[in-house]
């Protein structure tokens, strides 16, 4: 456990750096969103690019670990749908309330954390969810959000445009285009291999300094504009997206492979680590674009951001033994 914590500590000491720094304004608020763009822009296509390019197409096309995190994504949201929508939280803030808990910080967090503990191995299974949580379970819970006015008239055209925002985002064109170089085996150019080589180097710490100023940034302007959400509207989701979110993971993929899906004990461990990361810190984002109570999902991203820093060691103490 001593050696676990030894490799997450520097992860979560870059995001806590993150949150100071824009808490202290010594970054300024105003920086965020550039330091933003050149993580999501520059600095991850470039990291996901080289995984892509370095991982053998068989385990970017694995059928097993698609299934089992699309199923347990689906009930994730479900559940935390059913249970959280009341006379004060209707479809818009359940619907979030479904995503935060079901989208972990895969790209800024997962892919640099997962690769320290389990190697290169783990970036086949790793980048099938990051797809998976971009396309489908995003486009869902932002469908699922229009049904308070809109009826489905409304769902559909919020999923269309989900779906075009998918395609503006350079993650998944640079996963396809890493994809692609992994089957047909092409490898770039030396000096335009190195520039990409640099920038994917970049991209762990800029992004963990990254998620903490904006989980700063958010929780702040959150604060202003409504003040703190509830625990009891909170707690429940935090819950949700640390514990019960491994759990259903873990019965899932073992249920696939007593059923004789070909999913390897590798896979199974990176998908449970993945589900007990903490929340996807774009969620927030996402939720002020679409009007949602922006305060309580930025709390809940907060709240499993520093709750992780304890939580998925132990995850990993225990999921090392499913090997």
């Known amino acids: 456990m001593l050696q676990i914590f030894l490799v997450t500590i520097p992860f ?5 750096a993150g949150y100071v ?3 202290s304004r010594v970054l300024p608020l105003e920086a965020i969103p550039g330091l933003n763009a050149f993580v999501l822009f520059f600095a991850l296509p470039c990291m996901l690019y080289r995984f892509g390019a370095n991982t053998p197409i068989g385990q970017l096309l ?9 199923l347990c994504a689906l009930l994730t949201v479900g559940a935390v749908v059913a249970f959280s929508r009341n006379e004060r939280i209707g479809w818009n803030d359940a619907s979030f309330g479904a995503l935060v808990a079901a989208f972990p910080n895969t790209g800024f967090m997962g892919v640099p954390l997962l690769t320290a503990i389990l190697g290169v191995q783990s970036a086949g299974p790793v980048i099938i969810t990051i797809i998976f949580d971009m396309v489908l379970t995003s486009s869902l819970c932002i469908a699922l959000s229009r049904l308070d006015a809109a009826g489905s008239h409304g769902a559909a055209q919020a999923m269309r445009k989900a779906l ?6 350079p993650m998944p064109w640079a996963i396809l285009l890493g994809a692609l170089a992994s089957a047909a085996s092409y490898r770039l150019p030396g000096p335009v291999d190195r520039t990409i080589a640099m ?12 998620i903490g100023a904006v ?5 702040m302007l959150a604060h202003e504009a409504r003040g ?10 935090v819950l949700v997206k640390l514990i019960a979110h491994p759990l259903l993971v873990c019965a899932v993929a073992w249920l696939a492979r007593a059923l004789g899906l070909p999913l390897g004990a590798p896979a199974m461990v990176a998908l449970v680590l993945v589900a007990a990361l903490p929340s996807a810190s774009n969620v927030a984002m996402l939720a002020e674009r679409f009007g949602a109570d922006n305060g ?4 809940i991203i907060l709240w499993t951001t520093a709750a992780a820093f304890f939580t998925f060691p132990l995850v990993v103490g225990q999921a090392e033994r499913l090997r």
């Open 12 to 16: 979560f000491a870059l995001v806590a």
């Open 21 to 23: 720094a824009a808490r």
């Open 62 to 70: 694995d059928g097993s670990v698609a299934l089992v995190w699309g």
């Open 164 to 169: 075009a925002g998918v395609l503006r985002n």
């Open 199 to 210: 920038l994917g180097d970049a991209a762990s710490p800029a992004a963990l300094f990254t």
């Open 215 to 219: 989980l700063a940034r958010s929780a």
């Open 228 to 237: 703190h959400a509830p625990v009891r509207d909170v707690l429940p989701v």
């Open 296 to 299: 309580r999902i930025a709390r």
